[in-house]
Nanobody, 125 residues
Framework: QVQVVESGGGLVQPGGSLRLSCEVS????????TGWFRQAPGKEREGISS????????SYADSVKGRFTISRDKTKKTAYLQMNSLRPEDTAVYYC??????????????????WGQGTQVTVSS
């Protein structure tokens, strides 16, 4: 059974940092994409970053480019999202998702097959 589990959310002051983790399990496929999304109240789910497991290719939304960094540990099947210079507008529920295919827009929710439960990130003083 495929599982996607996020961790690492919390409350942080503006300008602070957080690191989110996403562990995937329950499959043997070697090539997959892990994506990070977020959804603020009243807004659509937004794709913010992705990383390919085999070659480490990454993508970022303009809203987080230069502030967020995605990485992965292949042996642990875990992806990380390092979030720096956090702003109040980064407040949202952050979701990790797994895509086992090879095509599609890596920042579009419809590309992904499995989703985690989400973790709350609140940026406030």
């Amino acid at each position: 059974q495929v599982q996607v589990v996020e961790s690492g959310g919390g409350l942080v002051q503006p300008g602070g940092s957080l690191r989110l983790s996403c562990e995937v399990s329950g499959f043997t496929l070697g090539h997959y994409t892990t994506g990070w999304f977020r959804q603020a109240p009243g807004k659509e789910r937004e794709g913010i970053s992705s990383i390919r497991s085999n070659n480490g290719h990454t993508s970022y939304a303009d809203s987080v480019k230069g502030r967020f960094t995605i990485s992965r540990d292949k042996t642990k099947k875990t992806a990380y999202l390092q979030m720096n210079s956090l702003r109040p507008e980064d407040t949202a529920v952050y979701y990790c998702a797994l895509d086992m295919g090879f095509g599609g827009d890596r920042l579009q929710p419809s590309t992904y097959d499995y989703w985690g439960q989400g973790t709350q990130v609140t940026v406030s003083s």
